[in-house]
């Protein structure tokens, strides 16, 4: 059996590795990620709308609602398995096109979907099934362009331009609370659960329909080009890396944890809370998300060169005792019923998300070697359904089970607890910290 390299080991690809990639190629992928945010976090920003549009009204629809976004997302791991054996054994370029083709798809048809009033309980049924289907194809669709531009960077920038994607995702995002702020702000409410909340998903759909185009330009990851040049490709991927790579696993799984928990109740879920807990209206709520989701466009590429410039281990460090001491208060802030607190709960909320996305985005791929990539990733995104998906669903209910407003808060702070002895025990893989560490 051949060796396992070391994370240390692949760090160094790069002292190797074939030319990177075209800025044109980098460009296009790390911007592409706009569109799969857009749509996660539309639903998410849109969940009081589609809660009456598709199981009528009633506190229990809200929760409904959440349970299908945190149901569809157990398809995300299945999803990062099947894609990712194609991108270990295929390519990154095939995973991205196949992907995106398929959110293009469900983003379409979800606009055009029968509501409650024209079809009764099936609507909601119908709705959950696209959710499982954009969940299936979400599963390929980060991994494969975090690993595409961890390949392809030149090596003293992997943070930065893979921070970009990052930054790019929160891009989608805020243009998704921008778009349903606009359109729930625009329009009344019987507009808007007749035919309006259409709109943002169209408006998704033409996105997607444009990224796709500018896919078909990529061209393939050098590295991956190397592979197959060598014919150094693993016909089994998944299980080599199952057998070989447990700790490099175990190490990305607490990172997507933290960077799924801080995200999806940190970011997404606030504009639910805003409006449920906080008796903010849903206008105002999507408002002030849209301010939050600019904080973390402009942190997230400083958090990317600061981990270029004093290595992953730390800054991840950072960015967790962040999580561990801040949320709580945060929450709190957000339950007093004043735009301003509100604001700068969901505001630092947010940078603290950001920052834990960014590093993460280029400190989970060095965890592995180039032929089994994408299959530890997709293996990690079990993290990202369970601390990501089912979050918001589980906040909700807990909130409304107990009464107790900072239970969001005490989530943030238990997983970033459980994860810092993690990542104080990191292996370094920035190769600006190990070249002057002369390894």
């Known amino acids: 059996m051949p060796s396992t390299p070391s994370p240390r080991t692949t760090s160094h690809e790069a002292d190797h590795a074939p030319p990177v990639l075209p800025r044109t190629s980098i460009g296009v992928a790390a911007f592409s990620t706009v569109v799969e945010w857009y749509d996660f976090t539309l639903y998410l920003y ?54 995106m083709s398929v959110m293009t798809a469900a983003m379409l048809v979800t606009a055009l979907l029968p509501t409650r009033e024209q079809l009764g309980s099936t609507a909601g049924v119908l709705l959950l099934l696209l959710r499982c289907v954009m969940g299936f194809s979400v599963g390929g669709e980060y991994t494969g362009v975090m690993a595409y531009l961890v390949e392809g960077a030149p090596p003293r920038r992997r943070g930065l331009i893979a921070s970009l994607a990052s930054a790019a995702s929160e891009v989608g995002a805020l243009l998704a609370v921008g778009v349903a702020a606009l359109t729930t702000a625009t329009m009344s409410r019987p507009a808007l659960d007749a035919w309006g909340w259409r709109i943002p998903f169209l408006v998704g759909a033409l996105l997607a329909a444009g990224t796709l185009i500018a896919r078909s330009t990529l061209q393939e990851s050098p590295a991956f080009e190397e592979l197959q040049r060598t014919r150094a490709t693993d016909r089994a991927p998944l299980r080599r890396t199952l057998r070989t790579r447990r700790p490099a696993l175990y190490r990305t799984f607490t990172i997507s944890a933290l960077g799924s928990i801080t995200y999806y109740v940190g970011i997404t879920y606030v504009p639910t809370y805003l409006t449920s807990v906080g008796g903010v209206a849903e206008s105002d709520a999507l408002w002030l998300s849209t301010v939050a989701s600019a904080a973390v466009i402009a942190v997230t590429p400083l958090a990317g060169t600061l981990a270029d410039r004093i290595g992953r281990r730390p800054t991840l460090v950072v960015f967790g005792i962040l999580s561990l001491v801040l949320p709580v208060s945060m929450f709190a802030f957000m339950t007093h019923g004043h735009a301003a607190t509100a604001l700068t709960g969901a505001v630092v909320l947010a940078l603290v998300a950001g920052g834990v996305s960014a590093v993460g985005a280029s400190s989970t791929p060095e965890q592995f070697p180039v032929s089994g990539r994408l299959s530890g990733l997709a293996v990690a995104t079990v993290a990202t359904t369970v601390f990501g998906g089912f979050t918001p669903y589980l906040s909700q209910a807990l909130i409304e089970s107990t009464g107790w407003k900072l239970v969001p808060g005490v989530m943030v702070a238990a997983v970033a607890l459980l994860a810092l002895p993690v990542l104080w025990r990191l292996p370094e893989t920035a190769p600006t910290r190990l070249a002057r560490a002369g390894r």
């Open 46 to 99: 849109m969940t009081t709308v589609l809660s009456r549009v598709f199981f009528g009204p009633g506190a229990s629809s809200v929760l409904t609602t959440l349970a299908v976004f945190a149901i569809a997302y157990v398809m995300r791991p299945l999803g990062a398995l099947v894609f990712g054996h194609i991108g270990d054994r295929l390519g990154r370029r095939k995973v991205m096109l196949a992907s």
